[in-house]
């Protein structure tokens, strides 16, 4: 099995969801963002999901995409986020890594040398929120040679027979963007995922993590535990702004995204 599913099999068993937290690559900098990386495992993550610096994030709010623009400046690239992987690999071959991004990079690197450098660097998975499952094709035969998972999204307007078509062929796990908007606003509530969750596993096996809008250690472990897994990206990121010097990292920045993080796990794992 691939690390993601074997990762989801495991904590079934423990019968618990999953904790996703995010990261932006290269931000503010490349070593302080691969620190953060290697740190997020022994802090409670379960899966990991690397954010792409682009600079049209267009599913983004201001959190992540301040978070993108400072990845860029620092000198951020796919390449640079593939080496990044690779050095996270060299002490961790088995925490599941997911790359989230748009397609223009992918487009720009190459469609089957970037699959086949993803998972050769050690990447299990790539969510590319802007590519529609018509267009797909563009990477899924490169991704399924590679071994890569393309995690579908879904939302809570996707009708029943859209969910048929873009999740038919999908793979790893099935993204729940919980809410009609963009990241870091609102937060979906227990009565919206309990509603929301039996529709999308009737058109799946798939494990279903929930994302955008889940901030506080309560709602990770309302999602995680409604849903398969539980993502939490904006409010991690606007820890570590909160830290920073004139856009650097000090002493506090590692430390404090990682107290957050163990935060959030307890509260997944009670």
């Known amino acids: 099995m691939s690390r993601i599913q074997t990762r989801f099999a495991a904590l079934k068993k423990e019968g618990r969801g999953a904790l996703i937290p995010y990261l932006q690559a290269c931000d503010p900098d490349y070593d302080t963002s691969l620190e953060l990386l290697r740190a997020m495992p022994a802090a409670g993550a379960d899966l990991i999901e690397v954010g792409v610096p682009f600079s049209d994030p267009s599913a983004d709010g ?7 623009l400072r990845g ?50 050690g990447v299990d998975g790539i969510i590319v929120v802007d590519m529609p499952t018509e267009e797909a094709d563009l990477l899924d035969a490169h991704a399924r040679e590679a071994g890569l998972d393309i995690i579908s999204l879904v939302a809570p307007t996707t009708s029943n027979s859209r969910l048929f078509h873009v999740l038919r062929e ?56 409604i849903g398969d897994a539980a993502v939490v990206a904006s409010a991690l990121i606007k820890t570590m702004a909160g830290t920073l010097d004139d856009g ?12 957050q993080l163990e935060g959030l796990a307890a509260a997944v794992r009670a």
Do not use: H, W
């Open 62 to 68: 201001p959190t992540i995409q301040a978070a993108a």
């Open 72 to 121: 860029l400046k620092a000198g951020a690239t796919l390449g640079r986020v593939l080496e990044m992987v690779r050095a996270f690999r060299e002490t961790d071959n088995e925490t599941p890594i997911v790359l989230m991004g748009y397609l223009n990079p992918i487009d720009s690197y190459g469609p089957a040398e970037f699959c086949f450098e993803a998972a050769q660097a």
């Open 170 to 225: 999908a793979s790893g796990f099935v993204y729940y963007v919980s809410i009609t908007g963009i990241t870091g606003t609102n937060s979906a509530s227990a009565a919206d995922l309990e509603k929301a969750l039996p529709r999308i596993r009737e058109v799946t096996d798939l494990p279903v993590a929930v994302g955008f809008g889940i901030s506080t250690p309560e709602q990770a472990r309302t999602a995680s535990r």
């Open 248 to 259: 650097r990292a000090t002493e506090r920045t590692v430390p404090a995204v990682l107290k």
